[in-house]
């Protein structure tokens, strides 16, 4: 017998659910004992011990809301204490500093796409309807009308999900037909502007990944999703593709609420189409569960682990929880244009790959919850970890 364990920990309010997946109709009768460190589960002549994290403590007496669940295995909800760092690294932009030197990699495959830079200035970019914006407080005509921002030579500019750097010594080829950047054509209709993305992408010389796009002749965006940003070593440290994926997106997730109170978010293409629509449900979420097991034993397993820990060894991820839908080959077109049509739901633009990989992202996760989390209010439940 081998025992699945979900934790589901909220920090705010120390309180957890936690389940044990194991078949109890075919091992009857077990014995569970729960301490503040370790679970115990005894079944006939079977005895499994499971030691939680270290700074992971349950309180036993806490215990209520006991059932048994087809499918799921034993429920129980428990006050928990938590003595683990929160303290996040952000995945892309931690060397992304003015004045520190700094090296841009692909992030696919860890080619050096912009040696050595030292940026003067690294700014934040106003919002997308900070246009209208000044229309509404100038009582003048707007000094900014038909202007874009771009970045001088030693400028880096930060926008939602890309930023933009100037072109010169960039060791990226761009894929060009002919066609100029589209910045230089207002009059481009939707058909045509796709075109001019098209012929504008910029790519990695060593693997052809979509990196960003060239908006001018002097300007680059270069997508966060696509690249890595770190000190000038001669190391540089590579992240699995879904690692890297799910801490980006999860850190702007919680980036977006903290600044902007905005918990829901459309996902778009860089082609226009809308491929996940996002609800950010928790965002002070710890994950305590079993590591990856073997085919035999498929209870619970979350999280990719490359690690060489004990088959039964508990790991804690920090984590969010969001609801989600997908949106391909026309699902939810109504709730889509419901979404598109409020003030409250913030549009984030990524490359259509990146959002097709997101979306397999949150289907695995989906999938490997206990059957009775997976669904809530007709959305699909997800976890990103931090």
Request: glycine content about 4%; some cysteine; charged content about 20%.
């Amino acid at each position: 017998m081998e025992t699945g364990v979900f934790l589901e920990v909220r920090r705010e309010s120390q309180s957890a659910l936690l389940i044990l997946g194991c078949q109890l109709e075919e091992h009857l009768p077990v014995d569970i004992s729960v301490t503040p460190t370790l679970l115990e589960v005894k079944a006939a002549e079977h005895c499994e011990t499971i030691d939680l994290p270290v700074g992971v403590r349950i309180a036993p007496s806490s215990c209520r809301g006991l059932q048994y669940v087809s499918g799921d295995g034993l429920h129980m909800r428990l006050r928990v204490q938590v003595d683990i760092s929160t303290k996040l690294v952000p995945a892309w932009n931690s060397s992304l500093q003015a004045q520190k030197c700094c090296v841009f990699y692909c992030q696919s495959c860890g080619d050096n796409i912009m040696k050595e830079r030292v940026f003067l200035r690294v700014l934040p970019l106003p919002n997308e309807n900070w246009s209208s914006l000044v229309e509404e407080w100038c009582c003048h005509p707007d000094p900014f009308a038909n202007r874009v921002l771009q970045p001088c030579h030693d400028d880096c500019f930060l926008g939602d999900t890309y930023l933009l750097v100037n072109a010169s010594n960039e060791s990226c080829v761009p894929e060009t037909k002919g066609d100029q950047p589209e910045s230089s054509h207002p009059t481009l209709t939707n058909n045509s502007t796709l075109k001019s993305k098209e012929n504008t992408r910029v790519t990695c010389k060593r693997c052809k990944a979509i990196l960003g796009e060239r908006v001018s002749s002097e300007t680059v965006k270069y997508y966060i999703t696509e690249i890595m940003v770190q000190p000038a070593v001669n190391d540089i440290k590579m992240i699995p593709r879904s690692q890297f994926l799910e801490s980006v997106i999860s850190q702007h997730l919680v980036a977006f609420t903290s600044t902007r109170c905005t918990f829901r978010f459309c996902l778009q293409g860089h082609d226009g189409k809308t491929y996940i629509l996002l609800w950010l449900l928790n965002s002070d979420t710890l994950l305590v569960e079993s590591t990856r097991k073997s085919s035999s034993g498929s209870d619970f397993t979350l999280f990719e682990n490359s690690s060489t820990s004990k088959p039964r060894s508990l790991e804690a991820n920090n984590a969010i929880k969001i609801l989600y839908h997908p949106c391909t080959k026309f699902c939810n077109k109504d709730l889509v244009d419901e979404w598109l049509n409020d003030i409250g739901v913030h549009v984030l633009t990524l490359p259509s790959k990146t959002c097709l990989e997101l979306l397999v992202i949150l289907t695995l996760s989906n999938g490997s919850l206990p059957p009775s989390l997976r669904c809530m209010n007709s959305f699909q439940v997800a976890f990103l970890r931090m």
